[in-house]
């Protein structure tokens, strides 16, 4: 099973940035997608972003395309998100996802290990 610690959640105003990080263990770095997903209080999780770990290849939902960016530490087995122009519906939980992958693209969701999540909350 992959393990997934994230990191970096904290208290923002609009406008502002935030920067979380997630660290990858139990499996083989390179053979996974590694995602980010939120959930808000009484709504549904979105998964919005995911980068390929081989390839480096990217995703964004719009809800988050221009604002957000997921980079990656290879050496660190950590993937990153940037998060700047945040506004308060960008508040909840946010969770590091990963599956395994064999290919060098990834699903936008469906993503199967998650880990324990860290609050962002951002104020007007």
């Known amino acids: 099973q992959v393990q997934l610690v994230e990191s970096g959640g904290g208290s923002v105003q609009a406008g502002g940035s935030l920067n979380l990080s997630c660290v990858v263990s139990?499996?083989?770095?390179?053979?996974?997608?590694v995602g980010w997903a939120r959930q808000a209080p009484g709504q549904a999780r979105e998964e919005f972003a995911n980068i390929n770990t081989s390839g480096g290849g990217t995703y964004y939902a719009d809800s988050v395309k221009g604002r957000f960016t997921v980079s990656q530490d290879n050496a660190k087995n950590t993937v990153y998100l940037q998060m700047n122009s945040l506004k308060p519906e960008d508040t909840g939980v946010y969770f590091c996802t990963a599956v395994r992958t064999v290919v060098s693209t990834c699903p936008s969701a469906g993503f199967t290990d998650w880990g324990q999540g860290t609050q962002v909350t951002v104020s007007s």
């Open positions: 139990g499996y083989t770095y390179s053979s996974l997608c």
